[in-house]
Structures are given as C-alpha cells and as structure tokens.
C-alpha cells in the first residue's frame, strides 16, 4: 500500500489531473473576456515566464530530482530554492497560471488557472504527508522553517 501512495504523487498524474480538467474547463466555460490586459498583460506574462525558468533552474541546480515523485527522492533538500518555499516549482507554476489569466483575462482562463491552483494546493499537500512519513522529524522542523508555497519577506 505504502508503494501505491507514493505512486500517487506522480508528478505525471497530477499534470494529467490538470491538463484533463483544463480542457474540460476550455470546452464548458465561456470565453467572455472579463477586461483588456493590453501590453501589461504581455509584460506580465513575460515576467511570470522568466520567473518560471529562474525558480525552476534554481530548483534544478540544488535537486536533480525535482521532477521526480517522492519515491524517488532520497535526501531531503533545505537550502536555495527549498530554503524559501518547501514547494518552488509549484510556486512558479501558480504564478505562471496567475501570468497567463492576466494576460488572457477571459473566464475560461481564471477557471483553468484556478482549477490548476487547486490541484497544485492539494498535490502539495499530498506530498508533503509522504515526505513526512519518510524524513520524520527532520521534515517537521522544516515545516516550522519554511513557508508551503508563499515566501516570508521579512528582514
């Protein structure tokens, strides 16, 4: 059993979740746009893009095996990227979700962007309870550490 719970932290499975789920939202949500984003829309997007590349490149550089499922993750990772979030990648992929509605502000678009957020919430979660059983207390005292998904800004 403890096998198929970490299977079901498949990175893979979650992006099927999503991806089914967002052409299901594309196909019954109308397209009606909610305001015109102009070139702040493009602007944004473009920032949201870069800052997808640099939190998965710092993400990348500290853990080679950040796209892997927990079960494959071996040594659990405190410092760069993990230093600031215990989630980067998802982090990066809410705010790039957040990007693209902002940059395509129609009500298909937040559905998705929101459906996406919710799932990414939920695998987070997901994973944090496996990661748990796996490094005990050590994931513990990170958890008091560092913030799930938002970065604390303080001095």
Same mark, same amino acid.
């Given at each position: 059993?403890?096998?198929?719970?970490?299977? !079901?932290?498949?990175?893979?499975?979650?992006?099927?979740? &999503?991806? +089914?789920? /967002? #052409?299901?939202? *594309? @196909?019954? %949500?109308? =397209?009606?746009? !909610?305001?015109?984003?102009?070139?702040?829309?493009?602007? &944004?997007? +473009?920032? /949201? #893009?870069?800052? *997808? @590349?640099? %939190?998965? =490149?710092?993400?990348?550089?500290?853990?080679?095996?950040?796209?892997?499922?927990?079960?494959?993750?071996?040594?659990?990772?405190?410092?760069?990227?993990?230093?600031?979030?215990?989630?980067?990648?998802?982090?990066?992929?809410?705010?790039?979700?957040?990007?693209?509605?902002?940059?395509?502000?129609?009500?298909?678009?937040?559905?998705?962007?929101?459906?996406?957020?919710?799932?990414?919430?939920?695998?987070?979660?997901?994973?944090?309870?496996?990661?748990?059983?796996?490094?005990?207390?050590?994931?513990?005292?990170?958890?008091?550490?560092?913030?799930?998904?938002?970065?604390?800004?303080?001095?």
């Amino acid at each position: 059993m403890t096998n198929l719970k970490y299977k !079901l932290t498949s990175p893979m499975l979650m992006w099927g979740i &999503i991806v +089914v789920g /967002g #052409i299901i939202l *594309w @196909l019954v %949500v109308p =397209k009606g746009q !909610l305001f015109n984003s102009g070139i702040l829309g493009w602007v &944004i997007l +473009v920032l /949201g #893009i870069v800052n *997808w @590349l640099y %939190v998965g =490149k710092a993400a990348i550089n500290v853990h080679k095996k950040v796209a892997a499922s927990v079960n494959n993750i071996d040594k659990l990772i405190t410092e760069g990227a993990y230093g600031v979030v215990r989630h980067p990648i998802y982090a990066a992929d809410i705010v790039l979700f957040l990007c693209v509605f902002l940059f395509e502000p129609t009500y298909s678009v937040l559905f998705i962007a929101a459906w996406a957020i919710i799932v990414f919430v939920f695998w987070a979660g997901l994973e944090e309870r496996m990661l748990e059983d796996k490094f005990l207390e050590d994931y513990r005292n990170y958890k008091q550490r560092v913030p799930m998904l938002i970065p604390r800004f303080k001095k």
